[in-house]
């Protein structure tokens, strides 16, 4: 049997600050409670970019209808 198989707590130190800080970063925790909050199913995702699409139609028509070439 090999004795380094047991790993020494100071050789992952760096690594495991990285991860810790990672885990602190407030936009990577609302953006995974949002992710799996609002996006549950391919359903919702669907409704998300049908909503995204209809509001960029909406504006395009506006601006359109405001800005109209003569």
Do not use: E
């Not at 970063?25 to 992710?35: D, E, S």
């Not at 998300?48 to 028509?61: E, K």
């Amino acid at each position: 049997m090999n004795t380094d198989l047991v790993p020494s707590l100071t050789i992952y130190s760096g690594v495991k600050m990285k991860i810790h800080d990672h885990c602190k970063n407030m936009w990577i925790n609302y953006a995974a409670q949002a992710y799996h909050t609002h996006f549950r199913s391919p359903w919702t995702f669907l409704a998300f970019l049908g909503a995204i699409a209809a509001l960029l139609l909406s504006f395009l028509q506006t601006y359109y209808t405001i800005y109209q070439r003569k």
